[in-house]
C-alpha cells in the first residue's frame, strides 16, 4: 500500500535540508520506486478485481435462489469485503502508475488516499466483524447477542471506516505526491503528522490485528479440545444456540467432523487481515523501512481480494450449491466422455455386418455396459 510512507516521511529529511517552522520537507529519495514490481502489483490486483466481482455476482444469483442466506454473517461479511478490495484494487493500480499520479491535484490526492484508506479500514473492521461472530459464537457461547448485533454488521463497519478517515481530505498544510518515491506526503509538523495519521488510520488496523490474531489462536486452541473430548463439541459457529447437550451427544461422528470442519474453516476469514496488513503496519513503525518492506507492504493489500474468493467458496453456508456444480460438472464430464465413446463404437462398427440377434439381446447389452 502506497500509504507506508505517511507517517514516517516526516522524519526523513531531503539531504541538505533543514526543517521549516517545524515540518519536513519530502525527501528526495526514500527507497526508491517499485519498478518492476509494479507490474507483479498490476496481475494482481487484476485478479483481485476479477475474483471479487465473481463472488458479488455469486451471492447476488445465489440470494435469489435462497433469501435465508441474507441471515447468514459470513456471508454478507465476504460479499462487503469484495466490494471493499475490489474499490482498493482499483485505486492501487492507479497509484501504481507513477506518471499518472504526478498529474493529479491535490484535491484529488486526498479524495483518493481517503477513498484507499477507509476500504482498507473497512475491510478490517469487516474481518473484526467476523471475529466478533467468532468470540460469541464459538469461545463464548452467547448467541444471543451475536444475532442482536450481527444484522448492523456491515452498514457498522462502512459508516465507521469513512468516518474515521474522512480527515484525509484535510488534515496538512498541503497533500502531494513524491515521484522518487511512489507515495503519498501530506506536509505537516512533526509530531502532529505522527498523531493524526496513527489515530486516523494505524490505530485502527493494529488494534484490529491484534484481536483478529487472538481470536484466530483461541478458536484454534477451542477447537483443538473438541478434537480430544467429544463431549465438547460445539456446534457450527453461526448456529450453535440451536444444538443443545443430548442433540450434540446424537451427533453422528460423521456429523461432529462436519462440525468441525464448518468452525475451522470460518477462522480463516480473521487471518486474511493479518496477512495482508501486518507488514503495512511494521512499515509504518519504522523510521526508515527497507525497500523489500515497501515491496511487501503494496503487493499483500492487493491479494485481499483472491484470499477472500478462497475463504469465501469454502463458506459452510455453500457446501449445498458447491457440491451439486461439482456433481454436474462430473455429471456432463461423463455424458461428454459417453458420448464420444459411442461415435467411437459407431465409426468402428460401421462396415461390419449386423447381427443376427433379438433387440432384446442388445437392450441386455447395453445394460450391461451402462452399470460396469
Given at each position: ?205 493494529f488494534t484490529g490485528i ?20 467429544a463431549s465438547a463439541t ?139
Amino acid at each position: 500500500m502506497n500509504q507506508i510512507v505517511l507517517s514516517i516521511v516526516d522524519v526523513v529529511p531531503r539531504e541538505g535540508s533543514a526543517p521549516v517552522n517545524g515540518t519536513k520537507p519530502p525527501p528526495a529519495n526514500l527507497h526508491g520506486v517499485l519498478g518492476d514490481w509494479a507490474v507483479v502489483g498490476y496481475g494482481i490486483n487484476i485478479c483481485s478485481i476479477v475474483l471479487s466481482a465473481v463472488v458479488i455476482l455469486t451471492t447476488i444469483i445465489l440470494v435469489f435462489k435462497n433469501r435465508s442466506l441474507i441471515a447468514r454473517p459470513s456471508i454478507r461479511i465476504s460479499t462487503s469485503i469484495a466490494a471493499c478490495d475490489m474499490v482498493y484494487s482499483v485505486c492501487q493500480m492507479f497509484v501504481f502508475n507513477n506518471d499518472y499520479m504526478k498529474t493529479l491535484s491535490e484535491v484529488r490526492l486526498r479524495v483518493m488516499l481517503w477513498i484507499m484508506s477507509g476500504a482498507s479500514v473497512s475491510f478490517v473492521f469487516l474481518s473484526t466483524c467476523m471475529g466478533i461472530q467468532l468470540l460469541l459464537t464459538v469461545l463464548t457461547r452467547n448467541s444471543h447477542w451475536a444475532g442482536v448485533i450481527q444484522p448492523y454488521y456491515e452498514v457498522t463497519s462502512f459508516l465507521l471506516a469513512f468516518l474515521v478517515t474522512h480527515p484525509y481530505l484535510y488534515i496538512g498544510k498541503a497533500a502531494m505526491w513524491i515521484p522518487s518515491a511512489q507515495v503519498f506526503y501530506l506536509k505537516d509538523e512533526v509530531e502532529i503528522s505522527r498523531r493524526n495519521l496513527w489515530l486516523i488510520q494505524w490505530m485502527w488496523i493494529f488494534t484490529g490485528i491484534i484481536f483478529l490474531f487472538f481470536v484466530a489462536i483461541f478458536t484454534y486452541l477451542k477447537m483443538s479440545q473438541v478434537w480430544r473430548e467429544a463431549s465438547a463439541t460445539h456446534g457450527a459457529p453461526e448456529k450453535l444456540d440451536l444444538l443443545d447437550t443430548a442433540t450434540l451427544n446424537a451427533l453422528s461422528e460423521e456429523r461432529k467432523k462436519y462440525i468441525r470442519s464448518v468452525t475451522l474453516r470460518v477462522t480463516c476469514y480473521p487471518i486474511i487481515p493479518i496477512i495482508t496488513q501486518t507488514l503495512l503496519v511494521v512499515g509504518n513503525l519504522l523510521a526508515a523501512p527497507p525497500y523489500w518492506l515497501f515491496v511487501l507492504s503494496n503487493v499483500l493489500p492487493s491479494t485481499q481480494g483472491t484470499l477472500n474468493f478462497f475463504v469465501y467458496c469454502m463458506n459452510p453456508a455453500l457446501d449445498v450449491y458447491r457440491k451439486s456444480l461439482i456433481t454436474r460438472l462430473r455429471g456432463t464430464r461423463k455424458k461428454k466422455v459417453e458420448r464420444f465413446d459411442r461415435l467411437s463404437d459407431s465409426e468402428s462398427t460401421r462396415h461390419l455386418p449386423s447381427p443376427s440377434l433379438p433387440s432384446s439381446a442388445f437392450s441386455a447389452q447395453k445394460d450391461d455396459y451402462t452399470y460396469v
